[in-house]
Each structure stands twice: as C-alpha cells, then as structure tokens.
C-alpha cells in the first residue's frame, strides 16, 4: 500500500532535508514568529507543523507582498510565502520531484535539478551545428500569471493522485492566481512559491510532449524556448504549430518576443548571442 504523500514529506529525514535548504532564510516562521523566535524553539514550531500537517488541521498562512521597481518605471508586486508554508512546500518537493524527473523531457531545462542554462546553450549550439539553423525563438506571454488553474489541477491530480495533498495544494494556489476570467475561472501561480516551477514544468511536459510527437525539436527553459528546423519554411510550421498548442493550454506566444531567425550573433537566447549559422 502507498504511503500518503503528506505522510511521505512529514518523515522527519525529509523535514531534515527541507530545512537544510532553507535554515539560511531569514523570512519570518508565521506572523508574529519572528525568524530568532523560531530558532530559540524551532523542534516545538516544527513539530506543531508536522502535527496540524498530518491531522488535515493545516491552513496556509496569508502571502507577504512587496513592491518592486520594473525596468520601466513601474512596480510589480512580489508575493512570498512565510517560512512555515515554505517548509512544507520544500518537504513536498523533495518527494516529489524525483518522480516529475523520471517523467520530463530531456531537453526542459529550467527549474531541474543538474541542469543549467549552460547545458541549454550546450545543446542549443549542437543542433544549430548539424544543421538546425532556422529557429522559432519564441517566449509565452505573462506564463507564470497566465497558467488556468482548472487546466493545471487536472494535470496535478493525475500526478499526485493525493487527494489531502491536492486539497492543500489548492489553497495554495487559490492564494497566488493574479486573476479571474470573466467566467471566475482563476488563473496565475505565485512565482515566490518553491513549488510554482515544479507546478509550471508538469503544465509544460504536454507541450513537450506534443512537439516530440510532431518531430520538432526544442530546447526549453521554463517559458523560454526555441525550436529548431533546417528550412524556413518548416520553422513557420513549427510557429504555428506551437501557438495552436499553446492556446489549448490557455496559453499564447508572446507576439513582440517571438520570431522565425535563422540563427546569427543577433539572436540572444537565455542571455548570450547565438552562434552565425
């Protein structure tokens, strides 16, 4: 019989190893737990966590928000969890993660474990090299704030299969949507969460998977990708093929950041100039 998911990530080595990744953070535990409050007793804070966690008792503390300044003069909202929401996050990454990694695409590299954006040139320059050289440089519009939750719960749901998770896992992300259509339907994941990136490459991997079937090949990071064809005219293909999919997923390409390019120095791709095809 499985072990439930929440009792997998309240073990104590897997708590154990969520607070070594997070034990330099100086976030507050909870409202009115500061950060040296929590260290003066933090088995009894941790252990009150684990209790409420594994009783169903557990309620996700309201997201801290901040201001920042944008590039162009105007300011964005950063939201953040406290530390006690973000302990359990990362005990539930911790989990589940190795399962996402046995599932993704070998050419998703953004929000992985051993991956980087150096291995996303790597390859990128490998295909441009044996001839891949017309590209669909391509980003997807406001992804993070744009991702339906009634889409994304589906493909969590088939993942988990947890149901106490998933109601936990809801709440989370009934916090973060950033907005509702005009049929109430919320969408948006919070970008200050441990778990959105994981959250945003399960989305994607039917993305990745619809490319692969298609023969077209892709190096993705994140909402950041190119696909790669050995003529223009299988590039626009692959364009348009790409936008339809991503408008099944409530998604779209972003249209000032998107284009077909043979490749060239004057094509910049997770910070640095391709090379002239």
């Keep these: 019989m499985t072990t439930p998911l929440l009792e997998q990530a309240m ?11 997070l034990r330099r953070e100086h976030t507050p535990w909870a409202p009115g737990v500061s950060r040296d409050e929590l260290q003066h007793h933090l ?3 941790t252990l009150e966590c684990r209790e409420h966690i594994l009783a169903g008792t557990y309620r996700p503390l309201p997201l801290r928000q901040f201001p920042m300044a944008k590039p162009d003069g105007g300011q964005r909202i950063i939201s ?28 998703s590299y953004g929000y992985r474990p051993g991956r980087s954006v150096q291995a996303a040139l790597a390859k990128t320059r490998e295909r441009i090299r044996i001839g891949q050289a017309w590209l669909v440089d391509a980003d997807i519009t406001k992804f993070f704030d744009s991702i339906p939750h009634k889409q ?17 896992i ?11 259509s005009l049929l109430r339907n919320r969408r948006g994941v919070c970008q ?9 490459n399960l989305y994607l991997h039917q993305f990745d998977t619809a490319l692969v079937r298609a023969n077209i090949p892709f190096v993705r990071f994140a909402d950041d990708f190119l696909l790669f064809a050995d003529t223009k005219k299988k590039a ?3 364009e ?24 060239s120095r004057q094509v910049i791709f997770l910070g640095e100039s391709l090379p002239n095809a």
């Design 11 to 21: 073990t104590p080595k897997v708590l154990d190893v969520a607070w070594r990744r």
């Design 240 to 263: 348009a093929f790409a936008g339809e999919r991503l408008e099944e997923l409530g998604l779209s390409l972003h249209p000032q950041k998107t284009q077909v390019v043979r490749s």
């Design 152 to 168: 994304l719960l589906k493909v969590l749901k088939g993942f988990i299969r947890d149901g106490a998770a998933m109601k936990l």
């Design 236 to 238: 626009l293909a692959a």
């Design 43 to 45: 088995l009894r804070h």
């Design 80 to 107: 953040a969890h406290f530390l006690r929401d973000k302990l359990v996050q990362r005990a539930l990454l911790t989990v589940l993660e190795p399962q996402a990694e046995a599932l993704f695409h070998n050419d």
């Design 170 to 180: 809801e709440q989370w992300l009934v916090q973060g949507a950033h907005h509702c």
């Design 192 to 200: 200050g969460s441990i778990l959105s990136p994981l959250f945003c």
